[in-house]
């Protein structure tokens, strides 16, 4: 009789055209490409055949087109009729204008945070920040990234508001370009630590207008480098 682990291992390797787009593995697909272009896996401008897309991930042709119009929807793809799907190449100034879209929703969010954020939860999120100076050190830009986007995310979830947490949530992938360089050296990468710590010791106060201010300064920050 066969393990799960050897029946797993037998559906991946079917035909993909044996696997239907159920919403769960256009979901799990989805999450899979979606980090990959987060990452950087997946630069921008790499072209993004669905076929190559199949063979390389075991997933069928429709969970993968269904989740790359997804991809799309979250202005992380395009999508052009007759010549296929690309990772978004985004340019200083369309970083820039995403910045500026950051700045009132995030502002708006850390306010919702530092009223109603729980005191657990602000500490479990310190503990985390406290990993990222040896991040840093190991010029781990995965890691990074991993680090920020949490930070962002448990900021969204203690101001309670999922609308939000939504706009915020895709504005913020959307900006992953900003990690596309050499960690090793960077100075930004320093301050950027720094101003989480500044943000989050406003929100441990639950003071609204110095968690503003802190949130501010950092998207400024980011702007500024996204020149």
Do not use: C
Not at 11 to 27: E, F, V, Y
Not at 28 to 34: A, N
Not at 81 to 109: H, I
Not at 112 to 134: F, S
């Amino acid at each position: 009789m066969s393990t799960p682990s050897q029946a797993g291992d037998r559906q991946r390797k079917n035909p993909p055209a044996a696997r239907t787009a159920s919403p769960s593995l256009t979901d799990e697909i989805y999450q899979i490409l979606k980090w990959r272009i987060l990452s950087m896996e997946m630069a921008p401008g790499t072209l993004l055949n669905e076929q190559s897309l199949v063979e390389s991930t075991g997933f069928g042709r429709a969970p993968i087109h269904q989740a790359l119009h997804r991809l799309q929807y979250d202005g992380l793809v395009e999508i052009r009729p007759r010549k296929g799907a690309q990772v978004k190449t985004w340019s200083p100034r369309d970083l820039a204008y995403l910045m500026e879209a950051r700045l009132p929703l995030e502002t708006a969010m850390v306010r919702l945070a530092a009223e109603r954020a729980e005191d657990r939860d602000i500490r479990t999120l310190r503990e985390k920040l406290d990993g990222g100076p040896a991040l840093l050190a190991a010029s781990d830009r995965e890691g990074l990234m991993r680090l920020d986007q949490e930070f962002h995310e448990s900021l969204a979830r203690f101001a309670q508001s999922p609308v939000l947490a939504e706009l915020v949530e895709n504005l913020h992938h959307r900006s992953s370009l900003l990690w596309y360089s050499p960690i090793s050296g960077r100075k930004e990468y320093e301050v950027v630590l720094q101003q989480h710590e500044q943000i989050l010791a406003a929100v441990e106060k639950h003071d609204p207008d110095e968690a503003a201010r802190a949130m501010s300064d950092h998207l400024s920050t980011l702007k500024s480098s996204a020149k």
